[in-house]
């Protein structure tokens, strides 16, 4: 981010830092499918989608945006960031959160490394984000 800021700032132009959180429930996560031959589908990750009016045009050709999602210690970890588990059986498997962003929209995503993303989202909790927009004036 520090790259990024000096960046930003050079030549005399200056940058603006604009914060905004997000809380995520249980409920407020949306499965990404795709259809089988065989009319059963496969879960490829689950994703909220988020109004955020600071990711405008002039942000995504100029500026930055960065996202972070807070532990339960309160620490920023930037996306996208992997967690590390292990299953029922002492199968390890991972739990990618990434973070795709358009013009208004600031999306999060979250998909496993075992392809089981809907067991896992079963026992997920209450998930928390920071999203920081860098622009230049």
């Known amino acids: 981010m520090l790259a990024a800021f000096v960046m930003l700032t050079g030549c005399g132009e200056k940058a603006r830092v604009i914060t905004s959180y997000y809380t995520v429930n249980p ?21 909220s989608e988020w109004e955020n009016i600071d990711i405008d045009e002039e942000v995504i050709m100029n500026g930055v945006v960065m996202a ?19 299953d029922d059986n002492g199968v390890p498997y991972q ?10 929209r600031v999306t999060f995503k979250i998909k496993d490394t075992d392809f089981s993303t809907a067991a896992s989202m079963e026992n997920i909790g209450t ?5 920081s927009v860098i622009r230049n004036f």
Do not use: H
């Open 27 to 47: 409920s407020q996560w949306e499965a990404a499918v795709t259809l089988n031959a065989d009319n059963t589908y496969t879960t490829d990750y689950y994703y």
């Open 95 to 104: 739990e990618r959160i990434e973070y795709d962003i358009e013009q208004g």
């Open 127 to 131: 998930m928390k984000f920071k999203v």
């Open 68 to 86: 972070y999602y807070i532990d339960g210690n309160g620490r920023d970890n930037i996306l996208p960031y992997t967690l590390y588990f292990t």
